[in-house]
């Protein structure tokens, strides 16, 4: 098991050291001088030097030839890629080019609001995705499935946004029952803990906050929930399909085992293992759809942030954004993969 | 089996060409969800290329600023927008962009990345290495956030958001053809036509190409789908197609603001994408249940 973490995580190594030199280029090819973004057109020349000097970006891309005869060799590392990738190993992700604030920090205050989202998310998909599969595999052939599967389907097939727009219309404009965006009502006060709203409410027993804080949870969950819900269902029905054919399964009722205990003892436990799979995965993409639920919600994770800061150009927040998903992701695979040793005692890594 | 029968069935297979091929096509059309959605692809591609014909549009020109926001009537069956433009034919033609830019996008996706898992298969070595070290890269970033970091660079444009979609998908075909080739690369009878002396190109356009259909026909038409679910997510972050394209996803965009006062403006165009989308999905699934046994139920 050690070993098997341990090669994992060597192999992750080349892939986002990989992530970040695409990050990079990325971001040194965005059209467009930061410098200029920053002071506008018309600022003197001197000024727009100081600035580039400040932001690094009067030293070269790659390789720093000059400094060589100044400094010695260590002189070639003088250059833009070299810092970045300094300070990165470091874990300074730079500052906002506005804001002046460091992009580690923001990051730090806005990640509990998309984890929140995305959490919120992935239990609905799992909490109404895993009954409704098991629900459609029993009834296979079936009216029931028939329409389960049909629904499945249309949920994969929903932009995001839309539905997202079309959820506020309804819940919130036309029916007025929920609030159409934000995390908190203006005149509700909570006292931040761990900036989980949920938890901090109930940490700080602040109930009237609890209720206020899930009311504005429930629209954005729903939107980002919808497609892996469906992904969920598909993947359930099909395994369990599976599972339930097998002898095992065909034993267990030949002995007398009544329908209810061969479904939830035999069939479901081991039809999970391939359902983890495909959570884990949604996880990446919960993130990647927080950017257009957080949009259209005016939700403040790190999703709204870095659409605002490709809009301003404030490319160390680009950068820093999608570096960190991407991270995440990854992280989140490797625990994946790690999760099946704990389900599924069959499997062993050496 | 009697000999009769075999009199009977055997016109009809020649009918069909005695192919594998033949009998999944007779199989597929008895599925009925298969043959909804290529019905709702079919209605959409030649809906959307009538339209030139049918309903000419300019959407510089457009623009009706007395009718401003009309909601669905008779006259604007989908209604109008801020510049009392009528929405129906906005849809109508919005549709051409979003399955030309789907078809393009994973028409070179197919390509690039056959060509690549084709390369890193065959060849193997240190070209394995580097290509599947370079396609894992683009797999590090989850969904759409690859084409948003391109776009960002590139410049906002549908061009651009095509080359970013196309350039999201390439790892998943790079993946596919490159893992028939190592099943193949060892099997009999390519060991055989080797032997034989068949020089790498035949190999690969004789038993490896074949071989990786099926995977690639299932993945294509869900390809478009995911395509065309993301140039709209582009198109209303305003990274995508720029107005006045009548793109579905920056439609959506302008009923955004609008939406208290005119919620027609995002629903129809939402709508449209919804379907089309569907209908990839479910030919896409069909496909699956025919070309892939393992899977089959």
Redo the contacts between chains.
């Keep these: 098991m050690t070993t098997y973490l341990v090669r994992r995580i060597v192999g992750l190594v080349?892939?986002?050291f990989?992530?970040s030199?695409?990050?990079f280029l990325?971001?040194r090819?965005?059209?467009g001088d930061p410098a200029i973004a920053l002071l506008g057109e018309r600022a003197p020349e001197a000024a727009l030097q100081q600035l580039r000097q400040d932001l690094g970006l009067s030293l070269p891309v790659w390789f720093n030839l000059s400094a060589v005869s100044e400094r010695g060799l260590l002189g070639l590392f003088d250059s833009q890629y070299f810092h970045y990738m300094g300070d990165l190993l470091r874990g300074d992700l730079g500052r906002s080019i506005f804001s002046r604030i460091p992009v580690t920090d923001s990051l730090l205050n806005r990640f509990p609001a998309t984890l929140e989202l995305a959490l919120a998310a992935m239990l609905i998909a799992l909490v109404v995705g895993i009954p409704s599969g098991v629900y459609a595999a029993l009834h296979?052939g079936r009216f029931q499935d028939t329409l389960i599967m049909t629904l499945a389907?249309?949920g994969?097939?929903?932009?995001?946004?839309?539905l997202a727009?079309?959820l506020?219309?309804l819940f919130a404009?036309i029916l007025g029952w929920l609030p159409p965006s934000s995390r908190l009502g203006v005149s509700t006060s909570l006292d931040p803990v761990t900036k989980l709203y949920v938890l901090d409410s109930i940490l700080t027993r602040n109930w009237v906050a609890l209720r206020d804080v899930l009311r504005h949870l429930v629209l954005p969950a729903i939107a980002l929930g919808t497609i892996p819900l469906a992904i969920v269902v598909r993947m359930t029905r099909?395994s369990m399909?599976e599972v339930l054919s097998q002898d095992y399964v065909r034993t267990a009722r030949s002995k007398g085992v009544g329908q209810r205990a061969v479904v939830t003892k035999h069939a479901l436990r081991n039809a999970l293992l391939p359902v983890v799979t495909v959570v884990g995965l949604s996880f990446?993409?919960l993130?990647?759809?927080a950017?257009?639920t957080e949009?259209?919600f005016s939700w403040p994770g790190i999703g709204r942030w870095?659409?605002d800061a490709?809009?301003a150009r404030d490319y160390p927040v680009?950068q820093g954004g999608?570096l960190f998903?991407?991270i995440t992701?990854?992280l989140v695979n490797l625990l994946v993969d790690l999760s099946y040793a704990l389900i599924d005692p069959r499997i062993q890594y050496s | 089996m009697s000999s009769s029968e075999n009199i009977a069935t055997a016109p009809r297979s020649r009918l069909f060409g005695e192919s594998v091929m033949g009998d999944r096509i007779r199989e597929f059309f008895r599925h009925t969800t298969g043959v909804t959605g290529l019905v709702i692809i079919l209605a959409f591609v030649v809906v959307s290329l009538l339209a030139p014909v049918l309903a000419p549009y300019d959407a510089s020109r457009d623009r009706n600023l007395r009718e401003r926001l009309n909601p669905p009537s008779a006259e604007h069956i989908f209604g109008t927008d801020e510049l009392g433009r009528d929405l129906l034919i906005r849809v109508w033609h919005g549709g051409r962009i979003s399955l030309r830019v789907g078809l393009i996008a994973v028409a070179v996706a197919v390509v690039v990345g056959t060509t690549l898992g084709m390369l890193a298969g065959y060849v193997g070595g240190w070209l394995d290495t580097i290509v599947m070290?370079?396609m894992?890269?683009l797999l590090?970033?989850?969904?759409?956030?690859l084409a948003?970091?391109?776009v960002?660079?590139l410049?906002p444009s549908l061009t651009n958001a095509m080359i970013a979609i196309s350039i999201t998908q390439i790892p998943i075909y790079a993946r596919i053809i490159r893992s028939v080739v190592l099943s193949l690369r060892e099997s009999e009878y390519v060991q055989g036509a080797r032997a034989l002396g068949a020089r790498p190109l035949r190999i690969v356009l004789r038993h490896v190409l074949p071989n990786s259909l099926s995977p690639i026909i299932v993945q294509l038409s869900l390809s478009i789908?995911v395509a065309i679910?993301d140039v709209?997510?582009l198109g209303?972050?305003?990274?995508g197609a720029q107005p006045p394209a009548p793109e579905w996803?920056l439609m959506?965009r302008d009923?955004?603001s609008q939406?208290?006062r005119a919620?027609w403006m995002?629903?129809f165009?939402?709508a449209a994408?919804?379907l089309s989308?569907?209908g990839f999905?479910?030919l896409g699934?069909a496909a699956r249940d025919v070309l892939d046994p393992r899977?089959a139920?």
């Design positions: 080349p892939v986002l990989g992530v030199l695409v990050l990325i971001t090819l965005i059209p296979r389907l249309s994969v097939s929903f932009p995001v946004f839309w727009i079309i506020i219309y404009v099909s399909l990446g993409t993130l990647s759809g950017i257009l949009t259209v870095v659409y490709i809009s680009i999608i998903v991407a992701f990854a | 070290w370079f894992d890269i590090a970033f989850p969904g759409i956030l948003i970091a391109i960002a660079t410049g789908g679910l709209a997510a209303f972050l305003g990274l996803g959506i009923g955004f939406f208290l919620p995002s629903i165009p939402g994408i919804f989308v569907v999905n479910l699934d899977l139920e």
